[in-house]
Each structure stands twice: as C-alpha cells, then as structure tokens.
C-alpha cells in the first residue's frame, strides 16, 4: 500500500497544543513501532495510505486539526504562544495570514513566522517571512536564515503596517517568489538575487 506524508497541528491557537481526541485519531493511523516527526515550525508528519488520503483529512479537520501538504510549499504559520489575550496579541491576524499562505506552491519550502510583540517569540527575525505586531500595526521582515555559521537576520522590509497593508504585501512577496524563484532556490537567496526592492513591486 502506497503512503504519502502529510503534516498535521491544531491550528492557529495559544500554543501549539493537541487534545486527546486528536491524538486518538492521528494514532489510529499509526502502527506500534512508528514515530510521528515533530518539526520546528510546529508541524507533526504522519504517513498515511494514499488511496485513503481525503477521507482521513477529513476526519483530522472534523477532530480540529489542520492537514497541510508537504515539500515545496509555504509552511503553516510560525507563531508565539499569545501570552496576553488573542485581542491585544492578534491572533486574528495570524489566523488570517495562516488561512491565506498555508499551503501555496513555491520553489522551496518557505517559513513564515510571526510575533505578538516584540519579545519575538515566534522567531521572526531568523524565518524568511517575518511578522512583528508592535502595538496595533505590523513590521515585516525577510531573508532572515536560522541555520547555518552564515546564519543571518531578516532585513525590515516594511513598518506600521495595517493588517489588510500587511496581507497584501505577504501576497505580493509569496506570488513574486513563486513566479521568479528558481527550482529549489531558497528564499533568502532568492531576496539576494533579486534585491529587496523587487519583493513588492
């Protein structure tokens, strides 16, 4: 039986976090000796059979939990554990941009991640699409690199920004990589060779 890799979290919520419903039905899928693979941008990977792909999404997403594709996509939202109350740290915003980006081809995968404040929790500064929330408005960065000795932190790209100003530039700079990334061309190569001025334009 052929099986495909999917990845799976509880969504966009206080903290990564997953119910004892949802852990029964993602280890109904699982045989004694597996292992689910839980990685940095709070995703598990779980194999499941392709002939049986879309009916067991939909009893995940009936359990509460979201199913993403994996491999050259733009990963579901990164995001802090909104230590203050989902108003004040908008996590409607980062409910919205995970909505929007989650899943979008690109020519290698692409990590967002974004900050209720600006303790940075959520790693925005090293991720190559970052979100900061300062007070009521948004600073975006990109290019951010978190591994590597040639690790690096993103550039500001821009400040104060709106949510509907800050969902029409992710918009932008996603739709930008996807057309003008090459195969497999990492994002903070591609701001590189492109130049942070033509993210957006």
Do not use: H, W
């Amino acid at each position: 039986m052929k099986k495909i890799k999917i990845a799976i979290n509880g969504g966009i919520g206080f903290g990564a976090k997953l119910n004892a419903k949802q852990l029964v039905a993602i280890s109904k899928y699982m045989n004694d000796d597996e292992e689910l693979e839980l990685t940095t941008f709070q995703q598990l990977y779980i194999e499941i059979p392709e002939n049986q792909k879309e009916e067991i999404i939909e009893e995940f997403e009936r359990e509460g939990l979201t199913c993403y594709p994996v491999g050259n996509f733009v990963k579901s939202l990164r995001t802090c554990n909104f230590c203050k109350g989902e108003e004040e740290e908008g996590m409607p915003v980062a409910k919205e941009i995970n909505r929007r980006i989650a899943g979008k081809p690109v020519p290698f995968t692409l990590k967002v991640a974004y900050t209720g404040c600006p303790v940075g929790c959520g790693e925005p500064l090293v991720n190559d699409i970052g979100i900061m929330k300062m007070r009521d408005q948004y600073d975006l960065y990109v290019g951010g690199k978190a591994k590597g000795k040639d690790a690096e932190v993103g550039t500001l790209l821009k400040e104060n920004l709106t949510p509907e100003e800050l969902y029409d530039s992710i918009d932008k700079i996603i739709s930008t990589y996807a057309e003008k990334g090459k195969k497999r061309e990492q994002f903070y190569k591609f701001v590189k060779r492109i130049g942070i001025d033509q993210l957006i334009s």
